[in-house]
């Protein structure tokens, strides 16, 4: 059985960091397309950063040069390194991964329960 636990979440103040980490067990494969996303209150879940079965990496515009994802595929944990911290960037915050890197991350297999990241300005 598949599973994705994320942590690191947290309340922090504008310009602040926080580290998010996803650790991943069961069928979960290195290969397999990751990422993070995030949905605010009242809002549709968006993409944050995206890693590719090959490694390639993908940032959505808003976090561009802010955040920083990462894998350690011998500890089967996804990162993201957050920084200089927006209260726009308050949001649940998950983790997720597809076998197949669908394009329509809505579709992705498998999803996290997703940790609170709260910044007050």
């Known amino acids: 059985q598949a599973q994705l636990v994320e942590s690191g979440g947290g309340s922090v103040q504008a310009g602040g960091s926080l580290t998010l980490a996803c650790a991943a067990s069961g069928v979960i494969r290195s290969t397999y397309c990751t990422g993070w996303f995030r949905q605010a209150p009242g809002k549709e879940r968006e993409a944050v950063a995206r890693?590719?079965?090959?490694?390639?990496?993908r940032y959505d515009e808003f976090v561009k040069g802010r955040f920083t994802i990462s894998k350690d595929n011998a500890k089967n944990t996804l990162y993201l390194q957050m920084n200089s911290l927006k209260p726009e960037d308050t949001a649940i915050y998950y983790c997720a991964a597809d076998p197949l890197c669908r394009i329509s991350f809505d579709q992705w297999l498998y999803w996290g329960q997703g940790t609170q990241v709260n910044v007050s300005s």
């Open positions: 890693v590719g079965s090959e490694g390639s990496i």
